[in-house]
Nanobody
């Protein structure tokens, strides 16, 4: 069974940085598409970034482009989200997700089969 465990959330001031980690286990992920999504209070879960585990291709939401970087360490089976120049509107619970097939352009959260428990990111102004 695939398990995803996020870590690295916290409280940071606007303009600061955080790095989220997502440790994956329970499968070989060569064909997987992985993603980060977030959900703010009262809002729907939204796409942040996706990554093709094998080739490393990435895709970003416009709202985070040039500020966030998604990456992975294949040897550690871990995915990362480096978040720089954080803004108060980035405040949300961040989830990592995985799907055994698909493309990085599949950004609907309902398309992803496996989810982590989420980690809170709070950006103060």
């Amino acid at each position: 069974q695939v398990q995803l465990v996020e870590s690295g959330g916290g409280l940071v001031q606007a303009g600061g940085s955080l790095r989220l980690s997502c440790a994956a286990s329970g499968s070989t992920f060569n064909s997987y598409v992985m993603g980060w999504f977030r959900q703010a209070p009262g809002k729907e879960r939204e796409f942040v970034a996706t990554l093709a585990w094998s080739g490393g291709s990435t895709y970003y939401a416009d709202s985070v482009k040039e500020r966030f970087t998604i990456s992975r360490d294949i040897a550690k089976n871990t995915m990362y989200l480096q978040m720089n120049n954080l803004k108060p509107e980035d405040t949300a619970v961040y989830y990592c997700a995985a799907n055994p097939y698909g493309t990085i352009w599949r950004i609907e959260w309902t398309a992803y089969r496996y989810w982590g428990q989420g980690t809170q990111v709070t950006v103060s102004s």
